[in-house]
T-cell receptor, first 113, second 113 residues
Framework: AQSVAQPEDQVNVAEGNPLTVKCTYS??????LFWYVQYPNRGLQFLLK??????LVKGSYGFEAEFNKSQTSFHLKKPSALVSDSALYFC???????????FGKGTTLSVSS | DAGVIQSPRHEVTEMGQEVTLRCKPI?????LFWYRQTMMRGLELLIY????????DSGMPEDRFSAKMPNASFSTLKIQPSEPRDSAVYFCASSPADRGEQYFGPGTRLTVT
């Protein structure tokens, strides 16, 4: 069965520091991996995805994520956090044959000034 | 591109009343998803459609919930009768056939008193 784990409910970072939001997954076959961001009272916004190719994927707002097959991880990263990055972040996975995404529980990122 | 459109944005109703939520997916997208988000349970997939056909409704909590997609540009999620525990934010998302990422609407905040 497919599953996604986001081990941290909350990540706190000072503005200007690098940030990492962790995600691990379990899926049969090759995974399709996604990151979404949700701001208060808004829908989820697509940030980036990994399907195949380069293990380092670049997305919106300066975010990137690194696919690590041996560790079954897809951590979200940004070199320098902004206060405006504070939001709820979701990791999601599906297998090649599927359509529906399995979402993690979400990680709240708080960036302090 | 208008994005996924949902209506109403807010709905307050009394227990026992029928509630209908509406969604217009992005033109050209052939998959449509209904989700429910609560603090307690996070983001839950209720049902999804491919090419207007329901594929997986295992997430629909009870027979009180039903969803339809009469054409490629419109879907409804109906709750009859509504109960206070149905209070949540309901999201609709759509996805193009071969790219995987989903695009979410702004959500409908439902309050059942």
């Amino acid at each position: 069965a497919q599953s996604v784990a986001q081990p941290e409910d909350q990540v706190n970072v000072a503005e200007g520091n690098p940030l990492t939001v962790k995600c691990t997954y379990s899926v049969s076959g090759n995974p399709y991996l996604f990151w979404y961001v949700q701001y208060p009272n808004r829908g989820l916004q697509f940030l980036l995805k990994y399907i195949t190719g380069d293990n380092l994927v670049k997305g919106s707002y300066g975010f990137e994520a690194e696919f690590n097959k041996s560790q079954t991880s897809f951590h979200l990263k940004k070199p320098s956090a902004l206060v405006s990055d504070s939001a709820l972040y979701f990791c999601a996975v599906r297998d090649q044959a599927g359509t529906a995404l399995i979402f993690g529980k979400g990680t709240t990122l708080s960036v302090s000034s | 591109d208008a994005g996924v459109i949902q209506s109403p944005r807010h709905e307050v109703t009394e227990m026992g009343q029928e509630v209908t939520l509406r969604c217009k997916p992005i033109s050209g997208h052939n998959s449509l998803f209904w989700y429910r988000q609560t603090m307690m349970r996070g983001l839950e997939l209720l049902i999804y459609f491919n090419n207007n056909v329901p594929i997986d409704d295992s997430g629909m909590p009870e027979d009180r919930f039903s969803a339809k997609m009469p054409n490629a540009s419109f879907s409804t999620l109906k709750i009859q009768p509504s109960e206070p525990r149905d209070s949540a934010v309901y999201f609709c998302a759509s996805s193009p056939a071969d790219r995987g990422e989903q695009y979410f609407g702004p959500g409908t905040r439902l309050t059942v008193t």
